[in-house]
C-alpha cells in the first residue's frame, strides 16, 4: 500500500456517461462529508472543448440528474474543485498542457481512466512524457481490461510501464458494493457458517444477475463484448471468488488477493454442454413492450445477452460442488443473489410422522435490496391433530432496521475514497485479472470449436429453456 492521501485527482473521460452517472456524484457525495480532504483539487480532461467553467456547468447537470435530493448538500463547494483541461489521448502534444493544469500536488495525484482501453497505452505514455507519472502516482483503470488474456496482457504490460502494481487500482465496481463487502463479514466474522461452508455440507451455489435494461447507448461497446465478457469475466467471478476462498490472514490487499486468485486458478476449464447461450427477442418487462436484440442492434449478430454455466472449482474445499453462474440482460426483474444450498439433514427423525425437511439455504441478495436471509426448517404450530408439520422459513440475518442510518451508497463512492486514499484491497490484482481471462478464453474457444450460436428468448423470460434444463438435469432449480 502506497502511503499518501491524493489532494488532486485527474479524471479522463470526464464528460462520458460514467462519469456523469457515478464518478461526478459519488465525487460530489464524499466531499460533501468532508471525506475528500478540505484541499482536494478535481481536474477533468476529455476531447471535447472547455474551459472550466464549462465544465462546472456540465459537472452540475450530471449532479442535479443523479445525485438523489437529499445529497445535493453540496454541490456549490464541490463545483469550485473543478477545473478542466481539453485533451486528445492520442495527441502527445496535449500532455504538457495537461501537466501544468494540474500543477505539483502537495501530497499526491490519483488519477482514473473512465475512457475505452484502447486509449490506456496512449494516455500512460503521455503521463510518462509530461512526469505525471511520479513515485506520488497512482492510477485507476476501468474495466474492460481487454476482451481475451493477450490483450488484457498487452494492456497490462503498457501500464506497467509506468506504474508498479502498489500503484494500479482495477475497477471491480461489485467490490464497491456494501453486501460484496459483507459477505466477508458473514464468512469470517461468525463462527457458525465457515465449518459448514464446504462440499460436505453445501449441495450447490447459485449466483444471478439479472438485468431488465438492453443494449441502452452501449451498442458498439456491448456487441463486440457480449454477456460473457461483460460480466461473467469481472463481476461474476469476484463475487464466486469471494464466496469461495479460504480465510485469508488478514483483510489486506496481499491477503485477499492471494486467496482470491487461488480460487481463479483453480476453476475447472468448463465444457461447452455445461454452458447456455442466449440473445433476447422482443417481449414485455413490467409490462412494457421491448425490441429484440437484433432489432436496436439493426442488425442480426450472434453475441450472447444471456449465459448460463455449471462451473466447478477443483480444490479440497469445493469438490463435487457446482457453481451455477447465470446473467442476462431483458430478465423480468432485476437481481443480483448469491444462494448458498446446503445438503439436507443426513437422516429425518420425522419421515415416520410425514413430515418432510427442506434443505437450508442462504440467500445474499446484493440488488436492487440488499439482504440476507437464511431459510430453517420451523415446526407449524399447532397439536398436530392433522399431522406433523414442518415448514421452511426465512430469518433475515440483515434488516434494514439493523443498520437504519447509514446512507446507501454509489459502489464507486468507495473505490474512489480508496484509490485517493491508497487501499488496495477492493481492486483486482493483475493475476486475479490473468487467471479471470484464461478461464473466460477456454470458454469461448469452446463454442467457437463447437460453433456454438446463442439461442433466442423472449424479453421478460428467464432466459432460454436450456438453462433452466441445465440446471434441472442435476436436480437443481435456479431461485427466482
Ligand atoms: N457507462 C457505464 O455504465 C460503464 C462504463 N464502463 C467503462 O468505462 C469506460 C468509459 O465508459 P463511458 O463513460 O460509458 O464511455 P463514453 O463513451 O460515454 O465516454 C468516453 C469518454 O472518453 C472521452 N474520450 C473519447 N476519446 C478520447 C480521446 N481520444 N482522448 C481523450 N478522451 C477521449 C470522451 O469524451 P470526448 O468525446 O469529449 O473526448 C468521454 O469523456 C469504458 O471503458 C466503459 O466500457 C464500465 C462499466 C460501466
Ligand atoms: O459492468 C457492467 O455492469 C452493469 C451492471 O452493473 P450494476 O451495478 O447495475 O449491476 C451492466 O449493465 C453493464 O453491461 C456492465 O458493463
Known sequence: MTQFTSDRLLLFGATGDLSRRMLLPSLCALDAEGLLGSH?????????????????????????????????????????????????????????????????????????????????????????????AGPNVRIGLEKPLGIDLASSKVINDAVHHAFPEDRIYRIDHYLGKETVQNLLALRFANLMFEPLWNAAHIDHVQITVSETVGLESRVGYYDDSGALRDMV??????????????????????????????????LRKVNVEDTVTGQYRAGAIGGQAVPGYDDEL?????????????????????????????TGKRMPKRTTEIVVQFRDVPHSIFTGRGAKTVPNR???????????TLSLMAKV?????????????????????????????????RLLLDLIEGDQTL?????????????????????????????????G???????????ERNGVTWHE
Request: glycine letters at 6%; zero cysteines; aromatic letters at 10%.
Open 381 to 413: 404450530p399447532g397439536l398436530d391433530r392433522n399431522g406433523y408439520g414442518l415448514r421452511s422459513v426465512p430469518l433475515a440475518i440483515t434488516t434494514p432496521d439493523a443498520f437504519a442510518g447509514p446512507q446507501r451508497r454509489i459502489a464507486y463512492e
Open 298 to 326: 439493426g442488425k442480426d449478430s450472434d453475441t450472447e445477452t444471456f449465459v448460463a454455466i455449471k462451473a466447478h472449482i477443483d480444490n479440497w474445499r469445493w469438490q463435487g460442488v457446482p457453481f451455477y453462474l447465470r
Open 40 to 132: 482536494i483539487e478535481i481536474i477533468g480532461t476529455a476531447r471535447s472543448d472547455m474551459d472550466d467553467l464549462g465544465f462546472r456547468n456540465f459537472a452540475r447537470e450530471a449532479l442535479e440528474q443523479f445525485l438523489p435530493a437529499n445529497r445535493r448538500g453540496g454541490i456549490a463547494q464541490f463545483l469550485n474543485r473543478l477545473s478542466y483541461q481539453p485533451l486528445d489521448a492520442n495527441d502527445i502534444d496535449h500532455f504538457q498542457a495537461l501537466a501544468e493544469k494540474v500543477g505539483t500536488p502537495e501530497k499526491g495525484l490519483s488519477i482514473f481512466l473512465s475512457t475505452a482501453p484502447s486509449l490506456f497505452e496512449a494516455t500512460i505514455h503521455g503521463l510518462e512524457k509530461s512526469g505525471l
Open 461 to 471: 423470460s428467464w432466459g432460454p429453456s436450456a438453462a433452466i434444463a441445465l440446471a
Open 427 to 459: 481492486f483486482v490484482r493483475r493475476d486475479e485479472v490473468e487467471a479471470q481471462w484464461e478461464w473466460i478464453d477456454a470458454i469461448r474457444a469452446g463454442w467457437e470449436e463447437q460453433q456454438q450460436t446463442p439461442k433466442t428468448y423472449t424479453s
Open 233 to 266: 469475466q469481472n463481476h461474476m467471478l469476484q463475487l464466486l471468488a469471494l464466496v469461495a476462498m479460504e480465510p485469508p490472514v488478514s483483510y489486506d490487499a496481499t491477503n485477499v488477493r492471494d486467496e482470491k486468485v487461488k480460487v481463479l486458478r483453480s
Open 362 to 372: 442462504l440467500v445474499i441478495g446484493l440488488q436492487p435490496e440488499e439482504n440476507i
